[in-house]
């Protein structure tokens, strides 16, 4: 089964700012995200179906609908800014996200 991959505005943003040798590299891991994505990234505990994707020394987050059969990209954080993004990651904003979709 292959997913859908929708990319929030914030992560956009912040993968056009990227040098291009990590724009690759992360374009290689995101097309992983297709075909498996909870088998590439790593779950977070916290939140349901939330998943962490490294790329050198940024992270990726998104959350697996498999419902809808899609992967909605939320954001890209540097390693040292990951804690940061999480404990304002707000539970009903990515919900919302998800039924936009």
């Given at each position: 089964?292959v997913?859908?991959?929708?990319?929030?505005?914030?992560f956009?943003r912040?993968f056009?700012k990227?040098?291009?040798?990590?724009?690759?590299?992360?374009?290689?891991?995101?097309?992983q995200?297709?075909?498996?994505?909870?088998e590439?990234?790593?779950?977070?505990?916290y939140?349901?179906?939330l998943?962490e994707l490294?790329?050198r020394?940024y992270?990726?987050?998104?959350?697996v609908?498999?419902?809808?059969?899609k992967?909605l990209?939320?954001?890209?954080?540097?390693?040292?800014?990951t804690?940061?993004y999480?404990?304002?990651l707000?539970?009903?904003?990515?919900?919302?996200?998800?039924?936009?979709?």
């Amino acid at each position: 089964m292959v997913y859908e991959l929708k990319f929030d505005k914030e992560f956009t943003r912040d993968f056009n700012k990227l040098d291009n040798s990590i724009q690759v590299e992360a374009d290689k891991k995101l097309k992983q995200l297709k075909i498996n994505p909870k088998e590439v990234g790593k779950p977070l505990k916290y939140f349901a179906n939330l998943f962490e994707l490294h790329v050198r020394m940024y992270r990726i987050f998104y959350v697996v609908e498999e419902s809808q059969v899609k992967v909605l990209v939320l954001a890209l954080e540097h390693k040292d800014n990951t804690d940061k993004y999480l404990r304002q990651l707000d539970k009903e904003d990515i919900k919302l996200k998800l039924s936009a979709l």
